[in-house]
């Protein structure tokens, strides 16, 4: 079956600050869902990139005491180089800054000026430049922002996007599609959000209070306001409203691609998503994401949430040099339920990265290969052809745990429960580890080769399914063990379909014996 395209976003962070691990856990899974979807043999797009306008941001350069200009490409810099380090492969990293993003911001300013979609007013409501959002009198609790950001009052004359005229709509397209917003308990918050009157989007900020920011089209007082100008990249990255053969970003593109997105992001920014946005596009006359989906926040060890603001983050790059990045990646993917708060200690980390890497995967790997070697001369040996041995019920039971391992993914990748995903495949590492244990054809190579070899068989090939399926969340070390079952190059095209998994290896491939792939992790807590 052709799977549909999948175009997969992560929000565009600001560059007031390098990024953390809450900032490296949207950018993993995205890459994660990316190069699932390419394992499953669909068209893939991955996008992130940095949101470089801005009160927020100029605040910060004015503290460095550069122009704003200078301070984004520097600090670009620690977001660019943090996904290479972290092995994230974005098909394009946007950032707000790029001339063609401005122009199209424009473009979309002005059209929906002409169609009477945004007209002008006094206005005066509490700002929150930590979140960069307008709230009103009731909408403040003990004098801060819903989430206890201070706010200051600002009176001026701005520009208005008619969004309230959109709410009816919007409620209904909630209602009719319930996969639209995920996980429902998010769904069923906009929900309610969108129950109190909806009001106009303030789109401007004068230039005499703001200038870092894409001119108005229609009067040059005015700057855009950063959501507006941001929200938009995920539509001028493609080609909206271009012909650019050269860069790929054309029309064409983004008539393809735009249907089928995913917007990953935080809950945070869960009503800039699934409020501003869709109706922005409504308005512009564009079809809605495919969905929104919204992950809760890491946690200090403190248990409050890890921001650049409150100054309490812990660096991914920290964490990748104690562990590594697979290993790194494999935790973020595998410790939080997706759509669940979790908190982020190191601990937790090394223990679980031990355990189930070291101890479970690591573990078979090199029991397994080192039989292999010692006693079938680095080749596959042959599966048993003893009807007494295949109707052995430990081993029916592993063989259609691994069988169907790969739709289990799949079907686990579809509804977003990544966590799980990881959790199939370490269940039938562990019992593959156990089938081994009660086996022992450590001891039954010496009185019946061909019995240990049935075993060592089938231990291979589930080291080789599950192998294929870590790759999206582990592909340095993955690629690596691949290649020592002699696999690499032949495999990825093949696994689309669910027949072709099974017995990729052959009877008599030579194999290679890997060194620890999973190093047990020995760190003394407290030593940094
Ligand atoms: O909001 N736990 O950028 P931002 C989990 N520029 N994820 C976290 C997190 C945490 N503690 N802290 C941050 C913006 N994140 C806007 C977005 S999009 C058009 C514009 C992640 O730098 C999470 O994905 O504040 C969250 O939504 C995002 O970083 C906010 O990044
Ligand atoms: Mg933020």
Known sequence: VKQPPLYITTPIYYVNDIPHIG????????????RYHRLFGGETFFLTGTDEHGQKVAEAAKKRGIEPQEHVDSMVQN?????????????????????????????????LFDKGEIYRKDYEGWYSVSEEIFYTDKD?????????????????TNYFFVMSKYQDRLVKYIEDHPDFIFPSSRKNEVLGFLKSPLHDLCISRPKSRLSWGIELPFDTEFVTYVWFDALLNYVSALGYKQNDAASGRTNERFNSLWPHTTHLIGK??????????????????????????AHGWWLAEAGEKMSKSDGNVVSPLDVKDIIGVDPLRYYLVRSMKLGNDASFGLEDVIVRINAELANTFGNLISRVFALVVKYFDSRVPAYSRDVEVEKDPMRLELVELAKN?????????AKNQVDMAMEDILAVLMKAN????????????KVDLSRAGDCLALMLQIICVASVLLEPVMPKKMGELLSFLGLKDRLIG?????????????????LVQPPVM???VEYELGSK
């Not at 977001?79 to 993003?101: C, I, S």
Request: glycine share 4%.
């Open 23 to 34: 900032h490296a856990y949207t950018t993993v899974i995205a890459d994660v869902f990316a």
């Open 79 to 111: 977001f660019e180089r943090t996904w290479v380090e972290l092995g994230v492969k974005p098909d394009v990293f946007m950032r707000t800054t790029f001339g063609f993003h401005k122009k199209v911001v424009q473009d979309c300013l002005q059209e």
């Open 140 to 156: 403040l609790v003990d004098g801060k922002s819903p989430i206890g950001k201070p706010v200051q009052l600002v009176k001026e």
């Open 268 to 293: 945070d920014i869960l009503v800039t998503h699934s409020v501003y946005w869709p109706t922005m596009l409504m308005a512009l006359g564009l079809p809605l994401p495919k969905q929104i989906v």
């Open 405 to 413: 391992l790969s739709s289990k993914v799949k079907a686990r990748i």
């Open 434 to 445: 156990s089938y081994l244990t009660v086996k022992e054809p450590w001891k039954t190579a």
């Open 494 to 510: 093949e696994f689309a379909s669910d027949e072709s998994q099974w017995e990729l290896l052959k009877e008599n491939d030579a």
């Open 518 to 520: 999973f190093p047990k």
